[in-house]
């Protein structure tokens, strides 16, 4: 069933861009409503700032509405798309020397993008100890620092598989490399994060 409701997507996606290539703007639109919120968060992700993510996430789109004419469907749409998305938040990191992304230790919905003031709360309605909450926050940000320090490809397979549940085949099309690479980059910066975070990592948090 998961399948399929991906493939029902993917054929609507791909109807979408014949009447943009077509030239609907309205359609272009509908594309956009249907992927904002994820590209936003995994924008996010490398960002750690809500309006940065905002700006990196119209690029993105904006690269894709000027590249859409030029689509023939060699790859998915979803592939084409965040592999522009990937792109442009490699060039965000480039600027920003690291950047000053935050992740969650607790990840809710990978769908909802959350604004700076809301990130360590993982769950609002639990009212959590503000020591408890403190802890919290520190730690996540000793492990935001961790990923950062990672270099960028490997900081992106990172973030893609643990963060936002990428498929190692996923992330392969989407960076464009072979599969043995994805697969080496994920594995050197699980072992760098580990080196790094020592026994928390060994609990089993950035396997």
Same mark, same amino acid.
């Given at each position: ?9 993917? *054929?609507? *996606? ?8 077509? #030239? ?27 309006? !940065?993510? %905002?700006?990196?996430?119209? @690029?993105? /789109? ?15 749409? &979803?592939?084409? /798309? &965040? ?8 060039? &965000? ?10 992740? /969650? ?6 769908? @909802? ?6 990130? /360590?709360?993982? !769950? ?7 020591? *408890?909450? =403190? ?5 996540? @940000? ?18 893609? %598989? ?23 980059? =994920? ?7 580990? !080196?790094?975070? #020592? *026994? &928390? ?7």
């Amino acid at each position: 069933m998961v399948a399929e409701g991906k493939g029902k997507r993917m *054929d609507r *996606d791909r109807e979408l861009i014949e009447l943009i290539q077509g #030239g609907s703007k309205d359609a272009f639109a509908e594309l956009v409503e249907r992927h904002k919120k994820r590209v936003l968060s995994i924008a996010y992700s490398f960002t750690g700032d809500y309006e !940065d993510a %905002k700006n990196v996430s119209q @690029e993105a /789109f904006l690269k894709a509405y000027q590249s859409i004419p030029k689509f023939r469907g060699g790859s998915s749409f &979803y592939t084409w /798309f &965040y592999r522009i998305l990937i792109n442009t938040c490699k060039d &965000y990191i480039r600027k920003e020397s690291g950047g000053r992304a935050i992740f /969650f230790i607790n990840k809710g919905n990978e769908d @909802e993008a959350r604004p700076p003031e809301d990130i /360590f709360l993982a !769950d609002p309605s639990s009212n959590p100890d503000p020591q *408890d909450e =403190l802890l919290n926050k520190e730690l996540n @940000e000793k492990i935001t620092r961790a990923i950062n320090s990672l270099p960028a490809n490997q900081r992106i397979a990172f973030v893609l %598989k643990h963060i936002h549940g990428m498929s190692i085949e996923e992330i392969s099309n989407i960076t464009r490399c072979a599969l043995g690479t994805a697969k080496s980059r =994920l594995y050197h910066a699980v072992m760098k994060l580990q !080196d790094k975070l #020592g *026994d &928390y990592c060994k609990k089993g948090e950035c396997k």
